[in-house]
T-cell receptor
Framework: SQKIEQNSEALNIQEGKTATLTCNYT??????LQWYRQDPGRGPVFLLL?????KEKRKERLKVTFDTTLKQSLFHITASQPADSATYLC???????????FGKGTTLSVSS | DTEVTQTPKHLVMGMTNKKSLKCEQH?????MYWYKQKAKKPPELMFV???????INESVPSRFSPECPNSSLLNLHLHALQPEDSALYLC???????????????FGPGTRLTVL
């Protein structure tokens, strides 16, 4: 079955630095991968999607890469701010294309 | 209107109660989802409705009963729940029509359910 892992439960960085979060998957090749942000007690909010034929996607201070050989996606937040503190979830579409499978998430804390 | 709304925000119920969670969206999305999320865990898919028909049931116990009365509404009926069912219940919707969409799911704020 499809398996998705986010290697860090928590990441603490200083304001202004770049945060890099990792998402690894096994057992199949998804057509696309998404990243969501979740604040405590709230629903996840979509950030970015990257398709299997794309190497990199950017949106403002966010950058996502997708390496289908390594079966890995990296999520970068440049010039991080305390307001970026949240849990970031990686999500893959399942093989049937009908549902998302979420990773456990990485909780990012940005200190000023 | 790009919002998914859920009511109630909080719900406390006993194991013998019957209650319902409600989800609404007016974005014209024809795929709707129920997820369960425990603390410090990812959202776990429960049900998927596609064009008002149940398309996925992730082996959810029958004490959870979904219903999609129309394309804007999704309900989750609860009966004889257990304390371990206490969690955040999230509803989401997705645009099935636009080929240019990011396939993103739009999530509601969730209902925090406590079963005593």
């Amino acid at each position: 079955s499809q398996k998705i892992e986010q290697n860090s439960e928590a990441l603490n960085i200083q304001e202004g630095k770049t945060a890099t979060l990792t998402c690894n998957y096994t057992n199949y090749s998804p057509a696309y991968l998404q990243w969501y942000r979740q604040d405590p007690g709230r629903g996840p909010v979509f950030l970015l999607l990257i398709r299997e034929n794309e190497k990199e996607k950017r949106k403002e201070r966010l950058k996502v890469t997708f390496d289908t050989t390594l079966k890995q996606s990296l999520f970068h937040i440049t010039a991080s701010q305390p307001a970026d503190s949240a849990t970031y979830l990686c999500a893959l579409v399942n093989q049937a294309g009908t549902a998302l499978i979420f990773g456990k998430g990485t909780t990012l804390s940005v200190s000023s | 209107d790009t919002e998914v709304t859920q009511t109630p925000k909080h719900l406390v119920m006993g194991m013998t109660n019957k209650k319902s969670l409600k989800c609404e969206q007016h974005m014209g999305h024809r795929a709707m989802y129920w997820y369960k999320q425990k603390a410090k865990k990812p959202p776990e898919l429960m049900f998927v409705y596609s064009y008002e028909k149940l398309s996925i049931n992730e082996s959810v116990p029958s004490r959870f009963s979904p219903e999609c009365p129309n394309s804007s509404l999704l309900n989750l009926h609860l009966h004889a729940l257990q304390p371990e069912d206490s969690a955040l219940y999230l509803c989401a919707s997705r645009n099935t029509l636009s080929t240019r969409s990011n396939n993103e799911q739009f999530f509601g704020p969730g209902t925090r359910l406590t079963v005593l």
